[in-house]
């Protein structure tokens, strides 16, 4: 049974530590998207790819968040410095572009203090 | 732009009555549609989805959405309530012509179940 798998499952870290979250869509999966889930934003878009290449960051805080495909099986999201507002759910989505459908992963929960 | 809304933020039922969650949609083409549900410190999972075809679909856990595009909605039922239904839902759609485009998500709705 394919699925997304993210790592780590939980993270605590003090405000202005560098936070690195990954992702691992299922395997041909040609697009990939990051979530945030907050109580009182609901679900944000952060980023998402497709075919590896970026095609819409827009959602991120440039001066401290950034996203990457090193190659297919990996996505990262990255966050520095951290801060207390950053505190949240991520998830990683992957998908086929031509479907419509998204599979998420388990999220990070993210504890910026 | 596309916008989903979800009527009602909570909805309780009693075990084994009916579940009805509205979802309308504001696009003029009929988008993909697609209802997901997350069960506490869990991701999102896909409970079924409308492309096209038959306007009744039916996914997992006995759950079943219709696509009416007069209404512009595609509200999410099931028969009867069971206790591990209790979770939060969320109807999303796609824009048709732009295939896999991010989806806009409805702020969801809570499901509570009363034994």
């Known amino acids: 049974d394919a699925r997304v798998t993210q790592t780590p499952r939980h993270k605590v870290t003090e405000m202005g530590q560098e936070v690195t979250m990954r992702c691992q869509p299922i395997l041909g999966h040609n697009t990939v998207f990051w979530y945030r889930q907050t109580m009182m934003q609901g679900l944000e878009l952060l980023a998402y790819?497709?075919?590896?290449?970026?095609?819409?960051d827009s959602g991120m805080p440039k001066d401290r968040f950034s996203a990457e495909m090193p190659d297919a099986t990996l996505a990262t999201l990255k966050i520095q410095p951290s801060e207390p507002r950053d505190s949240a759910v991520y998830f990683c989505?992957?998908?086929?572009?031509?479907?419509?459908?998204?599979?998420f992963g388990p999220g990070t929960r993210l504890t910026v203090t | 732009a596309q916008s989903v809304t979800q009527l009602g933020s909570h909805v309780s039922v009693s075990e084994g009555a009916l579940v009805l969650l509205r979802c309308n949609y504001s696009s003029s083409v009929p988008p993909y549609l697609f209802w997901y549900v997350q069960y506490p410190n869990q991701g999102l999972q896909l409970l079924l989805k409308?492309?096209?075809?038959?306007?009744l679909v039916k996914g997992i856990n006995g759950f079943e959405a219709e696509f009416k595009k007069s209404e512009t909605s595609f509200h999410l039922t099931k028969p009867s309530a069971h206790m591990s239904d209790a979770a939060e839902y969320f109807c999303a759609v796609s824009d048709r012509d732009s295939g896999n485009t991010p989806l806009v998500f409805g702020k969801g709705t809570r499901l509570s179940v009363i034994a």
């Open positions: 790819f497709r075919n590896r290449a970026p095609l819409d």
């Open positions: 989505a992957s998908g086929f572009f031509e479907r419509g459908e998204q599979y």
């Open positions: 409308y492309t096209t075809g038959a306007t």
